[in-house]
T-cell receptor, first 113, second 116 residues
């Protein structure tokens, strides 16, 4: 069975600084997707960034980028130039052949002004 | 806005009562998912529909839970004889047929259930 582990329950970053959130996963599948979702307090979950396992190039979306290490089964999220609006719970998720998403336990990110 | 919608947003019920939640996916999405999220945890998969067919159910979905998607559009999730352990946020998500890079799931705002 696939598992997703987020070992940082909470992180804090100063506004305009860079922060990296960690995620590791375990799978025996060769074709899968990895996602980072953001869940602001009392608001719905939105997709931040997506990585296809077959692509070697790391995905980038504006200030958000990932470091995908397939052999190490690691998928970290880097947020550059952090903004107050980035404060939220961040979930790493795995999507494979079964279509369902498997989520980690989340990292609560605080952004200090 | 044509995102995923859920109704109601909040539900307070007494133990033993039945509750039903509704999810309306994005119109062109043929796949619909239900997840449950408890406080401080990530969402956990409950069940998945492709069109009107329920293709997978989690072991979390006890006999008291039933989900339907009768016409392949909206879906309902019913919990019978609610228990305090059912208190959680129930999330619905939808996704389009796999095509190229379109694989992500789009989430609704959730229904927060409190069982007293």
């Amino acid at each position: 069975a696939q598992t997703v582990t987020q070992s940082q329950p909470e992180m804090s970053v100063q506004e305009a600084e860079t922060v990296t959130l960690s995620c590791t996963y375990d799978t025996s599948e060769s074709d899968y997707y990895l996602f980072w979702y953001k869940q602001p307090p009392s608001r719905q979950m939105i997709l931040v960034i997506r990585q296809e396992a077959y692509k070697q190039q790391n995905a980038t979306e504006n200030r958000f980028s990932v470091n995908f290490q397939k052999a190490a089964k690691s998928f970290s999220l880097k947020i550059s130039d952090s903004q107050l609006g980035d404060a939220a719970m961040y979930f790493c998720a795995y999507g494979g052949a079964t279509n369902k998403l498997i989520f980690g336990t989340g990292t609560l990110l605080a952004v200090q002004p | 806005d044509t995102g995923v919608s859920q109704d109601p947003r909040h539900k307070i019920t007494k133990r033993g009562q039945n509750v039903t939640f509704r999810c309306d996916p994005i119109s062109e999405h043929n796949r619909l998912y239900w997840y449950r999220q408890t406080l401080g945890q990530g969402p956990e998969f409950l069940t998945y529909f492709q069109n009107e067919a329920q293709l997978e159910k989690s072991r979390l979905l006890s006999d008291r839970f039933s989900a339907e998607r009768p016409k392949g559009s909206f879906s309902t999730l019913e919990i019978q004889r609610t228990e305090q352990g059912d208190s959680a946020m129930y999330l619905c998500a939808s996704s389009p047929p796999p095509a190229g890079d379109s694989y992500e799931q789009y989430f609704g705002p959730g229904t927060r259930l409190t069982v007293t």
